[in-house]
Every structure is written in C-alpha cells, then in structure tokens.
C-alpha cells in the first residue's frame, strides 16, 4: 500500500511500457482467473467489467468468467448497445458507462449521526478502515487520468477527503491499454490515452490469437509485480509486443473526434456572452447526467435528516451538479437560474477554470458524456462551434 | 389533556383521488407506531372513524377539485389549518382524472351515467392550489412515502425537508442504474420528471411515465425533439407521452398541446 501522503496508488517501476521486451509477460484467460483468486484471498474487492442490463458495466466480479468475453460496445451520441463479437475478447470495450467514481467517491455516504437521547451525545462516524481493498481490473488509460485528476480535488491540498482517501489509497490497479476507440472517444487530443502512462500496478495489452486473448503485461509498481510473479508468466515475444503496440497507436490514430486545447482558457474566458450558449441550451435537458457519468465532476451535496422524534441527526452526502437549482442557491434563489447558465457552469468548469483551480483539465476525453447525454449534446462539438463564431466575431 | 405541549394534531383529506396516497400512510407500518407518538392523528377516515374537532395542526389533502361542493370544502380545511400540504398527483397537478380538461366533460356524462341530471361536476378537474394558499406540494402517484416521512419529521423538527426538485436522472444515476433511454432506446420521461420515486421504472428497465410532474425548468421540447428524430414517434403518441398523470402540469399540458396541435394541421 502506497504512503499516506502519496496521491498515486504505488511507487511506479517501469511507467512506461518501452522497456526491454523480456520484462513483457504474457497471460492467457485463466491466467486472468487466477489472478482475480489471488486478489480475493488477500481480501480485494475485486471489481472489473461485466455485462449487466445491456451494458458493459463495471461491477464485482469472482471469475474470469463474468468478463464480457466475446462483447463489445457500439457508441455514438446519445446511443449505447452491445453487440456480440466474433472472437473472446474480454477486453475489446472502450469507456465503461460508469468510472472508478462510482467506488472511489460513492454516490451516497452518511458522514455522521448522532444519538441526542444519550447524556452527551457525539457525532459517530462510520469506520472506514475496515472496509476491503478494492482491485480494479480493466480500467483504461482516460480512468487512469480521471483518477489523477481527482486525486488533485480530494487529496491535493490541505483538506484530504477521507472517504475518497481510505478508497483510494487501498486500491489496486490493473489496467488495459486500448486496443480500438470508440467514435466519442477523444483521449489522444486531451493527452490522456489510449497508451499506458504509468498509474496502475499492472498493464496489459489484449492480443487476439486464433480467435482466443491473451495479454501482454507490464508491471508498475512493486506489488503489481510481486503478484504477477505469483502467476509465474512467461515472457511475451517480442512480435507479440510490437503486435500490441501497434494496436494502441492505430487505436489513437483512428480517433475521430477531437478536442483543440490551445488557448482553451481564454477561449472560455473571452466568451461568457457568446449566442452558442444559448443554443445549446435549446437543447439542454439540464438533467445532470453528463456530470453524473464524466469521471472527474466531484459535486455533492450535503443533507442533514432526523427521525420524527429529533432525537437521532444524521448527516449525508450524494452526488449533486451544478445542473440542479438547489446547487447553487443561496438567499433569494439560485444564482444560474436559466438553463444557458448551467450549461455554461459545467463546460467552463471542465474546461478552463479547472486549469486555474488543479493545474489541469477537468476533461480527459472519456466521451461518456457524449454518450450518455439523452439528447446527444456533444462538448467536443460545442468547443469547435465557440471557436468558430469568436473567430466570426 | 393538560399537556404544556400538546401533540400536534393531524388531518387526511380525501378529495378526487383513489386513495393510493392514503394507502401509502397506512403502508409506512414500521414507522406507524412512531407517527402516531409523534403527532395525534384528529382526521383520517381511510384509517379510523374517529374524529377530533379542528383546528388541525398539518392538513395532508389527496386529490383534486371536480364538483362544486368539493369547492367549497378545501376552503374550510384551509381555514382549519396552519399548514396545509398536498400529497400526491392529484392535488398537486389535477391527476389522470385531468384528462378530461382536454375534452367536453358533458359528452362523457350523457354516455356514462343513464340519469345525467343527477351528476353536478365541475368541467375541469383541478389541484388544490387553484382554489387556496399550499404551503408544501408532495409528487408522486402515489408518493413516496419515504418522502413524506421526511416532510413531517421536518415539520415536527422545524427543520427544512430534504425533497429534491431536480431531474430524476439525477435518482437513476446515483442508483448505478442503466439508463434506458440511451442503452435500450426507451422514451424515459426521466430527464424533465421530478426525482423522488427512487428511479422505480428504469430500476426495472423501464422508462419513467412522470409521476412525480415536471421538474423544474423542463426542457420538453427538446426531449421530444430527439423522441421524434430517433425514436420516430408520432405526434399522436407524443401527446400521449406528456399526457399522463401530470397531465395538467403547466409544462406537460404546454407540450401535450403544442403537439396536439401540430397533429390537427
Ligand atoms: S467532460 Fe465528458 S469526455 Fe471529458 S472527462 Fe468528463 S465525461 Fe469524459
Ligand atoms: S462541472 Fe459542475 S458538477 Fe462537475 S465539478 Fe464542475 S461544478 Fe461540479
Ligand atoms: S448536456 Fe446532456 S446530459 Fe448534460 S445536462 Fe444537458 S441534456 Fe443532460
Ligand atoms: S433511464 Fe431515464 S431517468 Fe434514468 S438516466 Fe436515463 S433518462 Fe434519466
């Protein structure tokens, strides 16, 4: 487990995946099997990719066998289904519908309760250090960098977020380079993907050979490699490197959108009062979903409850979004009333006054916005629609 | 009797309703018991035939105005009442029985009943808060009573009651649900309905029908903007989508009628 202060999960000992190919492994399915055995019989909670509703989901899993072998997603705006594949890919999916979020920062937490019928009634908070370590597996190169990002928001200054900080710091990462992106995905743009840049304890690179996968991994930090070695893998060949290489960066080649970041602040900046933000509000639902799913939006909102009688308060936090009008009210009424402004809040935000706010981006190019907004609104569209009337104007 | 502080006297009113609302008080079984020890329960025929004189404390009223002398009997509720809160889509918008302020109420009598001159309705069927003063409005056909719950431990805590009034998708998405509008292609009335029901229909891989009303500031239009370009619905079919039991919300009827209106062209 990684130091306290220490906002990565583990030390990083070959970040990138250019070393020598003798330190490439290779793993097959069962491999992957007992893997997910290991991780349970040291008390992980081992949460990976499964189908579930339709959906390639992340979930809890106990066996290779509820990977999505033989899945993958379609995706456009506004549009998900799953379709069937003609291999036993496990890994060929793109952005799951939902994040690490979910399990990093979970969508409703009690903070505090207390009991007004004792004495000298204190605040109980739950204990948290008893929970399980949790293990992600599969999670992609942009979820890496969203976790980054919140790592900043929740662990970066001087108020560590406790809840997020118990999760995180006991978690465990092994995750899969892209090896095809979806129409909405835009990683490559934003610098964050498809390849593997540190972040995770193991990577791996899903190859396709006769119609079964096998992985090409690589360790990054020194617990990912005392369990790989645990498995006692082969190495990989150095054509089956080269070969998944080669698929993350024609991965990243065939990305069809694109975010311009250059001079995105002062785009933003110059342009609080440009008519695209009206039309998009058009068609703005300002039903929150999109900062629901993006894996970086951290908002909450703070609830206190009592039972009838008064004697037990309890405090809660759930997800919120500066989409709601209870979000942002104060006395009077709520200062972004109109749609416009909302949409304009979540935008800006992510994308340029998170610069000044972390030192980085709020957007990773996930795209689950894109894909999740029931109205198919799409941010990369949008930027290049600002871009085009502030050059017109 | 000679308490310093009596406990505060409650009321249920019935109006044009089915009575589901009311079934969800007497659903709240554990915290029944809890209720009736934090308020004294003066007015609740539904429950029991007992009856204690008004004033009453909080008023809960279900369903909505149709005849004349229901009228005249919310005014002296109102009167009865320091608070007085609407519970359900009934008293709060009008219902499903609000279908009929879309037609010729009259034409339905002279079918139905064979002694028409014995039925005195009135032409709309209309919620509470067109006839008095609501101090809080409670969603839902029926509500959650959880909901109502949290309103009264409010009330009782004189604290302010934690009822969102935001999209239900908001409810959905913290559930982990799918969303079956985008995965499955259902038309989800989730994205312009008030949250409250727990995301009960896509919990279940259905779309929301909008129980729980608008939320505020609906974007309907352009939700039936996207139903018509990729769902390919009818205008007919998009009337019925916004006419259910919220009918006669200021937003579901704006856009029932607005699509009603583009079918008679
Ligand atoms: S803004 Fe959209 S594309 Fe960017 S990280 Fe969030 S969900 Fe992903
Ligand atoms: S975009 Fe909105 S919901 Fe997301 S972090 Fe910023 S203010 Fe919060
Ligand atoms: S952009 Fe899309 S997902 Fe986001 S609030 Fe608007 S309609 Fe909802
Ligand atoms: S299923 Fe319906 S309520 Fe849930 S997120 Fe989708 S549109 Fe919203």
């Known amino acids: 487990m990684a130091d306290a202060s220490d906002s990565q999960s583990n030390p990083p000992v070959d970040p990138a995946p250019s070393g020598p190919d003798g330190e490439r492994k290779l793993l097959r399915l069962p491999d992957l099997d007992r893997l997910i055995g290991l991780l349970r019989a040291r008390g992980f909670r081992v949460i990976g990719p499964t189908v579930r509703d339709a959906t390639i989901?992340?979930?809890?899993?106990?066996?290779?066998?509820?990977?999505?072998?033989?899945?993958?997603?379609?995706?456009?705006?506004?549009?998900?289904?799953?379709?069937?594949?003609?291999?036993?890919?496990c890994f060929a999916h793109r952005t799951s519908p939902e994040s690490a979020k979910r399990h990093l920062f979970p969508p409703a937490q009690k903070l505090w309760r207390a009991d007004g019928s004792e004495d000298h009634p204190q605040p109980v908070v739950e204990d948290r250090?008893?929970?399980?370590?949790?293990?992600?597996?599969?999670?992609?190169?942009?979820?890496?960098?969203?976790?980054?990002?919140?790592?900043?928001?929740?662990?970066?200054?001087?108020?560590?977020?406790?809840?997020?900080?118990?999760?995180?710091?006991?978690?465990?990462?092994?995750?899969?380079?892209?090896?095809?992106?979806?129409?909405?995905?835009?990683?490559?743009?934003?610098?964050?993907?498809?390849?593997?840049?540190?972040?995770?304890?193991?990577?791996?690179?899903?190859?396709?050979?006769?119609?079964?996968?096998?992985y090409v991994v690589h360790t990054g930090s020194e617990e990912g490699a005392q369990l790989l070695a645990g498995l006692a893998p082969p190495p990989a060949s150095h054509a089956q490197v080269v070969a998944a290489e080669q698929l993350v960066a024609e991965a990243a080649a065939h990305q069809k959108r694109r975010m311009q970041t250059e001079g995105i602040k002062d785009l933003f900046y110059?342009?609080?009062?440009?008519?695209?933000?009206?039309?998009?509000?058009?068609?703005?639902?300002?039903?929150?979903?999109?900062?629901?799913?993006?894996?970086?939006?951290?908002?909450?909102?703070i609830e206190d409850g009592t039972d009838l009688s008064g004697r037990l308060a309890e405090r809660r936090r759930r997800w919120d979004s500066c989409y709601t009008l209870d979000f942002s009210y104060i006395h009077g009424g709520s200062v972004r009333y109109s749609p416009m402004s909302r949409y304009r809040q979540w935008l800006t935000h992510k994308l340029a006054t998170w610069i000044d706010q972390f030192g980085t981006s709020g957007c990773v190019g996930c795209g689950r916005?894109?894909?999740?907004?029931?109205?198919?609104?799409?941010?990369?569209?949008?930027?290049?629609?600002?871009r085009m009337s502030a050059r017109a104007s | 009797m000679g308490r310093k502080h009596p406990k505060?006297?409650?009321?249920?009113?019935?109006?044009?309703?089915?009575?589901?609302?009311?079934?969800?008080?007497?659903?709240?079984?554990?915290?029944?018991?809890?209720?009736?020890?934090?308020?004294?329960?003066?007015?609740?025929?539904?429950?029991?035939?007992?009856?204690?004189?008004?004033?009453?404390?909080?008023?809960?009223?279900?369903?909505?105005?149709?005849?004349?002398?229901?009228?005249?009997?919310?005014?002296?509720?109102?009167?009865?009442?320091?608070?007085?809160?609407?519970?359900?889509?009934?008293?709060?918008?009008?219902?499903?029985?609000?279908?009929?302020?879309?037609?010729?109420?009259?034409?339905?009598?002279?079918?139905?009943?064979?002694?028409?001159?014995?039925?005195?309705?009135?032409?709309?069927?209309?919620?509470?808060?067109?006839?008095?003063?609501?101090?809080?409005?409670?969603?839902?056909?029926?509500?959650?009573?959880?909901?109502?719950?949290?309103?009264?431990?409010?009330?009782?805590?004189?604290?302010?009651?934690?009822?969102?009034?935001?999209?239900?998708c908001l409810e959905c998405k913290r559930l982990g649900n799918t969303c079956v509008m985008v995965a499955h292609g259902a038309p989800c009335m989730g994205p312009v309905t008030q949250a409250g029901c727990g995301a009960l229909c896509p919990s279940y891989n259905r779309p929301c029908y909008g129980c729980f009303g608008p939320k505020r500031t609906p974007n309907t239009g352009s939700l039936a903007e996207w139903w018509r370009h990729h769902r390919d619905m009818s205008e007919e079919e998009l009337v019925r989508a916004f006419r259910g039991f919220n009918a006669w919300s200021e937003a579901f009827r704006r856009a029932s009628e607005a699509h009603e209106q583009t079918t008679m062209k």
């Open chain 1, 369 to 386: 916005c894109i894909v999740w907004c029931p109205v198919g609104i799409d941010l990369t569209e949008e930027v290049a629609a600002l």
């Open chain 1, 57 to 89: 989901m992340l979930g809890d899993i106990e066996s290779a066998a509820q990977l999505p072998s033989g899945w993958a997603e379609r995706v456009e705006a506004g549009f998900y289904r799953v379709e069937r594949r003609d291999d036993a890919a």
């Open chain 2, 8 to 168: 505060p006297k409650l009321a249920v009113w019935k109006f044009a309703s089915c009575d589901g609302c009311q079934l969800s008080i007497l659903d709240c079984e554990d915290e029944l018991l809890d209720i009736a020890g934090a308020v004294e329960i003066a007015y609740f025929p539904e429950a029991t035939r007992a009856v204690v004189k008004g004033p009453y404390d909080i008023s809960l009223v279900e369903g909505s105005v149709t005849t004349p002398h229901d009228a005249e009997r919310i005014h002296k509720i109102r009167r009865a009442s320091t608070v007085l809160i609407t519970i359900g889509a009934c008293a709060t918008t009008g219902g499903i029985q609000a279908l009929r302020n879309f037609t010729e109420v009259a034409d339905y009598v002279r079918a139905v009943y064979p002694t028409p001159q014995y039925i005195e309705t009135l032409s709309k069927s209309t919620p509470i808060t067109d006839h008095v003063f609501v101090d809080f409005e409670l969603r839902g056909c029926p509500i959650n009573k959880l909901l109502l719950l949290e309103l009264i431990s409010a009330y009782l805590n004189g604290r302010k009651p934690v009822v969102p009034e935001y999209a239900l």
């Open chain 1, 270 to 301: 110059q342009n609080y009062e440009n008519p695209r933000w009206e039309e998009v509000a058009r068609r703005c639902l300002t039903c929150a979903n999109c900062t629901m799913v993006c894996p970086t939006c951290f908002c909450a909102n």
């Open chain 1, 129 to 214: 250090s008893t929970a399980p370590r949790l293990a992600f597996l599969g999670l992609h190169a942009c979820d890496l960098a969203a976790i980054a990002v919140q790592d900043k928001v929740f662990m970066g200054g001087a108020y560590v977020d406790h809840v997020y900080a118990t999760h995180r710091r006991g978690a465990l990462i092994i995750a899969v380079q892209c090896t095809s992106s979806a129409p909405t995905c835009f990683c490559d743009s934003m610098g964050t993907g498809p390849h593997l840049d540190g972040g995770c304890d193991l990577g791996m690179t899903e190859l396709i050979e006769g119609g079964e996968p096998v």
